[in-house]
């Protein structure tokens, strides 16, 4: 067993440490008044190869893989978490398109995202509820040509800040009866709705899709009629807990650093209070964390990278991992005092962000039914 990077994937890591650290500050402040996602910086993550990791050479991508991209969504993560969850979903959109496309498909819609061009979207959540993915109620209707569109998808990152959206709806009844397709913005009938103010995550662009009547080329289903179901499951566990967990980890790092850096420079009593046992236990505590959080993550995408079958493993980094976020943003908060509750200091953003990473990406409840299912697999009894 080898827990040692490769030469590439600590240049990564320096290359991303850096540039979140000269880019991501100057626009926090911002993001934070306005809930918007900083699209200016898609170029230069598209040089660094960030837009593009996941994405095949000869459709414009870098093709580093999932471990490389779990490193890169750590480190913005560790900087401004917003900016890797609106990276993950991204990132989404090209593993379902890569997944499921015809060739022409991945010609057109992968090259612009791996190039930062715009920003990919996978839409399943509705108001319904986002567990229930076969409860949806959006439709989709073959009429002659075109696929007729009507529904409205919720909860959906980078709504306002992408030129096309994968989009899951109804083809017919039961779990054979969902269908993908890939929808512009420019299609007739298609338009975003409203967009959402969450308590943290705040730069990264969540909102509503609106289909009335929404006129689709009959070629942009993505993936056969009925395989909407597996586009979903399949992109949401491999890419997206992944994706998500990566996020919560680069929260986790920061969680650290800054309660391990207030610990050292706060005096009482006349000593720093790292001395102090119940606070350095808790610093001892985040710092296991983080080791336990990063091997999860790290395994689950290096297992991807094998093309083994991952999805326990993802859903155990992901629950494990945003959970812990929290658990470690609360104590680094608590560890600041008073100071941890002002918004000049970082501890605050911390805790807010892993918040909204808990349903992000399915919710903690719903990865344990997948834990669940793998522990009692061997006991299970023959029908
Ligand atoms: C920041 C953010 C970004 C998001 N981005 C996207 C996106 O890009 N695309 C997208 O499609 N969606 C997105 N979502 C939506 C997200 O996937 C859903 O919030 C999630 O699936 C849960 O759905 P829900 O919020 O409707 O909660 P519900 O499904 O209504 O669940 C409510 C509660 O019931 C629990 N519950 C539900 N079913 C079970 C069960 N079987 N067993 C035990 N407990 C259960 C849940 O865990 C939760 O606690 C995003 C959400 C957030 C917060």
Redesign the pocket.
Known sequence: MDFLLSQREELLRKSVREFAESELPPKIETMEKTGEFPIELLESMAKLGITGIIAPPEYGGVGLGYLARTIALEELGRVCAAIP?GMQ?HH?AIAALNDFGTDEQKQKYIPPLAKGDTMG?????EPS????VLGMQATAELKGDKWILNGR??????SHTSDFWIVIAKTAEGAKGLSAFIVEKDHPGAKTGRVEH?IG?RG?N?GELVFDNCEIPKENILGQEGGGLAVALKTVSESGRTGMAATALGIVNACLEEAARFASERVLYGKPISSLQAISFYLAEIYTELDICRLLCYRASWMKDQNMRCDTENAMAKSYTCDAAVRCARKAVEIHGAYGILQEYKVQRLLRDAM?TV????????G??VLARAALAPYRKKK
Request: some cysteine.
């Open positions: 969850m979903v989404m979207v996978v839409a399943v959540t509820g986002g567990s229930d998808k919720c909860f959906i990152t980078n969450k995550l990264a969540t909204v349903s992000a990406g399915g919710t903690g409840e719903i344990k039914v």
